[in-house]
C-alpha cells in the first residue's frame, strides 16, 4: 500500500473546506449532542472522528471531518479502527479467566512463568507479580523509546517496517534499570503487557492471540475483531490515519500531516497493542464484560480493584486503573471503564458504565505535535464522553479500592 509523504496543497485546502462544511452538512449539531461534540473535536484539529453510542434505547453514531485529506472522503460509517492499547484489556481478560480457571494465580512470580525472562540492571522476575503486569505496578522500563529511536516522519517511515519478538521487547527494556521498586507505585510500562501476553503462552501453549480469539471475540460473535500480525494494512472500511511530527520553530503549531495509516509495526504488533476492530464490537466487548460475561464474580472484583493514575495533560484528574481497566470520574458523579489506545495518527477511547448498558467508543484518526492541542483533543474527547453518559440514567458507580 502506497504511503503519502503529505497531502499536496490542493489536496490540503480542499480537506480544510469540507471540515468546515461537513459542521452543516451533519448538523443537527443542536437537535443531536453527539454530533454537535464530535463537531467540537473536529474543531480541535483532528482530521476525522468517529463516535458511537448504545444504551438501552437504542445507538447513536455520529461523523466529522474528514476520512481522506487527499480526496476529502468522509469518514466510513462502521469503520475499522486500530484499537492500540485497548488490546490491554483483552489480554488481562484471559489472563483473569486463566486465573478463575484456577491455571495461575495473580501473585505468581514473572519468574515462574518466564523462568530468566526479566532479569538484568536490577530488573528481577522473582519479585514482580502477574498483578503487578496487569496493574502497571510492576516498576519495569517501557521498551517504547528503545523501538522508536528517532520520531519524525524519516524515522516512521525508515522503522515501520521492523518487526521484532516478543522476547526481543522484553529485551530492549531490561538494558534499563528499574523505574521503581515493584508495588511502589504507578506508571504506565508496555512491556507489562508484552510480558502478560508471554504468561498466557506459557500456562496455555498457544498464542495470546488464539486465546483471545477463542476466549473472547468467537463467543461474542465479533468478527470483525483480530490481530493482524504483521499485516500493517488495515482492511475497508477505514479513515486514513495522520501524525504531525514536526512544529513551528516557536513551537505554537504544528507541521505537515504524515499519512501514518499502514502500522508501525514495532510497537503495534504484540499483546500490547496490536488488535483492530470496530466501534461497534468494541462496546459490545466492554459491555460484556462489565456485565459480567467474561469473568466470574471474583476475577471481575479484581479487575476493578484499583490504584490511583497521576494526573497528567492527557488523562481526567482523578482516574484511577484496574487490572487492564481504566476508571475515569464523570462530572454527574461515579464514572465509567474503559482502556484508551493510541499510536501514530489514531487514538480510540471506549467508555462503558459498570453494569454495560451504556458504551460509547470515540476514534480519531490524527494526532498533534504540540502538547497543548494534543490536551484540548483530549479534553473534546472526555467532554464529548461525559456528556453521552450524563444525559442517560444507569451511570456508572465508584471503583473497588
Given amino acids: 500500500m502506497p504511503i503519502r509523504r503529505t497531502a499536496t496543497a490542493s489536496a490540503v485546502a480542499l480537506a480544510l473546506a469540507l471540515l468546515t462544511s461537513l459542521a452543516p452538512a451533519h448538523a443537527q449539531g443542536a437537535a443531536n449532542p453527539l454530533q454537535r461534540d464530535a463537531d467540537a473535536l473536529r474543531d480541535t484539529g483532528v482530521t476525522g472522528v468517529s463516535v458511537r453510542l448504545e444504551t438501552p434505547h437504542g445507538t447513536r453514531t455520529a461523523r466529522s471531518g474528514v476520512g481522506d485529506l487527499a480526496t476529502g472522503a468522509p469518514v466510513p460509517r462502521d469503520e475499522y479502527i486500530r484499537l492500540g492499547s485497548t488490546t490491554k484489556t483483552y489480554v488481562a481478560t484471559v489472563v483473569l479467566q486463566l486465573v478463575g480457571e484456577g491455571r495461575l494465580s495473580l501473585e505468581d512470580s514473572v519468574e515462574r512463568w518466564l ?207 484496574g487490572l487492564g481497566l481504566e476508571w475515569t470520574p464523570l462530572t454527574c458523579g461515579g464514572g465509567y471503564w474503559g482502556h484508551s489506545g493510541s499510536g501514530f495518527g489514531y487514538l480510540a477511547w471506549p467508555a462503558t458504565t459498570s453494569g454495560g448498558r451504556i458504551a460509547v467508543t470515540v476514534a480519531v484518526h490524527s494526532r498533534p505535535a504540540v502538547e497543548e492541542t494534543a490536551a484540548r483533543q483530549i479534553r473534546g474527547i472526555t467532554d464529548l464522553v461525559d456528556h453521552a453518559v450524563c444525559a442517560r440514567p444507569g451511570k456508572a458507580g465508584v471503583p473497588h479500592r
Fill in 115 to 321: 523462568p530468566g525472562v526479566v532479569r538484568g540492571k536490577g530488573n528481577d522476575g522473582r519479585r514482580v507479580t502477574v498483578r503487578q503486569l496487569l496493574q502497571h505496578t510492576s516498576g519495569l522500563p517501557d521498551y517504547i523509546a528503545d523501538v522508536v529511536p528517532d520520531l519524525s516522519e524519516a524515522g516512521y517511515l525508515q522503522h515501520r517496517s521492523t518487526t521484532y519478538t516478543s522476547r526481543q521487547r522484553v529485551a530492549f527494556a531490561m538494558t534499563h534499570p528499574p523505574v521503581f521498586q515493584p508495588g511502589a507505585r504507578w506508571e504506565y510500562s508496555n512491556t507489562n503487557y508484552i510480558l502478560a501476553g508471554m504468561v498466557i503462552e506459557a500456562v496455555t501453549g498457544r498464542t495470546w492471540d488464539r486465546e483471545v480469539r477463542d476466549r473472547i471475540l468467537r463467543p461474542l460473535g465479533l468478527t470483525r475483531t483480530f490481530n493482524p500480525g504483521d499485516d500493517p494494512r488495515m482492511p475497508r472500511p477505514h479513515s486514513r490515519n495522520y501524525q504531525q511530527f514536526e512544529r513551528s520553530a516557536d513551537g505554537s503549531e504544528g507541521g505537515p500531516m504524515t499519512d501514518t495509516t499502514l502500522a508501525y509495526l514495532p510497537f503495534d504488533g504484540d499483546a500490547d497493542g496490536s488488535l483492530i476492530g470496530t466501534a461497534a464490537e468494541t462496546n459490545r466487548f466492554f459491555s460484556a464484560l462489565l456485565s459480567g460475561g467474561l469473568l466470574a464474580p471474583a476475577q471481575l472484583a479484581e479487575m476493578r480493584r484499583t490504584v490511583a493514575v497521576p494526573d497528567s495533560p492527557d488523562g481526567v484528574p482523578g482516574s484511577r486503573y
